[in-house]
């Protein structure tokens, strides 16, 4: 199972992961200073606007040492789902976010699906989530 | 398109408040001759005879808490000043020919924002020998999943 967790995400809003059970979570740790994250996070955005009534939901989680950054850069390139600052001891409950970008897909039982560490190929990561959304019987929106 | 991607991720980067790291060195102006790799690094903390170098994460402290290289020293991220600031008091008393090990691995090695400008820095401060660990991947890949010597903490 994934790890559950709570944090209040940029705008102060509680973000708990728990109650996104029954959607498709993906869960995104990135950081501002990592290139390669930057790359990904707008096609992050693009899936959420595609398939968030679908069932997918995107929580990103910014492994900065401070906010302050964070906010910046959302601020001035705003995403279409939630972000959140992590830390050392939500990454060791993932067991370890020790580069990025790190990326997991978590099925709506709350279980882990895959794992991406690094640039992965988006198209296929694109691909699993088209496959698992299919199956969802969609609820309400959180957000 | 990856000229226009370059830019793109550039203009994010200074937006983020990291223009420093926009402009910063790239891990792929380090020269091959003062890299050394995980196994060799490994092996030398290991044995019980060679001598120890000084290494320093030169990284994120996110990842410095999580794991890092046995008997490491936080320095700080070399990809803006402050960090470089640190870097260069931690290393104000030492000897021109201590034996130092840099590191990062927070991200792919082509990405790195920190090991290039903290090799530069160290070798503009006259040491003559540093050595960069390469980190192909990622700290996690190329070190702890290695069974590499590593401890947790701050």
Redesign the interface.
């Known amino acids: 199972m994934a790890p559950d967790f709570a944090r209040a995400d940029l705008d102060g809003k509680a973000v708990h992961l728990a109650e996104y059970r029954g959607k498709l979570v993906l869960l995104n740790f990135w950081a501002t200073w990592c290139a390669p994250c930057l790359e990904e996070m707008p096609k992050f955005s693009d899936w959420q606007r595609a398939y968030g009534a679908r069932g997918l939901q995107v929580i990103g989680v910014s492994m900065d040492d401070d906010t302050a950054p964070v906010k910046r850069l959302i601020a001035r390139h705003p995403a279409a789902y939630p972000i959140l600052v992590g830390d050392a001891a939500l990454g060791e409950s993932f067991g370890g976010v020790l580069g990025l970008p790190l990326t997991y897909l978590i099925d709506p039982t709350g279980r882990i699906a895959a794992r991406y560490q690094g640039s992965g190929d988006l198209g296929k990561m694109e691909a699993q989530i088209k496959a698992r959304i299919a199956h969802i019987s969609v609820g309400p929106a959180i957000r | 398109m990856k000229f226009i991607?370059a830019l793109?991720?550039g203009w994010?980067?200074i937006?983020?408040?990291?223009a420093a790291?926009a402009a910063a060195k790239p891990a792929s102006s380090i020269p091959a001759s003062s890299l050394i790799q995980p196994a060799e690094l490994a092996a030398t903390l290991r044995s019980a005879d060679a001598p120890k170098p000084l290494i320093l994460q030169v990284g994120?402290?996110?990842?410095y808490?999580?794991?890092h290289i046995s008997g490491a020293e936080y320095a700080g991220?070399a990809?803006g000043e402050s960090g470089l600031q640190r870097l260069r008091e931690r290393v104000a008393a030492l000897p021109k020919d201590a034996v130092l090990v840099i590191y990062c691995?927070?991200?792919?090695w082509d990405?790195c924002?920190n090991v290039g400008a903290a090799f530069a820095a160290l070798r503009e401060l006259g040491f003559t020998q540093v050595k960069v660990l390469y980190i192909a991947?990622?700290?996690?890949?190329d070190w702890?999943s290695k069974g590499y010597p590593a401890a947790?903490g701050p």
């Open positions: 991607t793109v991720v994010l980067l937006g983020a408040g990291n790291l994120f402290r996110t990842m808490v999580q794991a991220p990809n691995g927070c991200c792919p990405h924002p991947e990622n700290f996690d890949d702890v947790k």
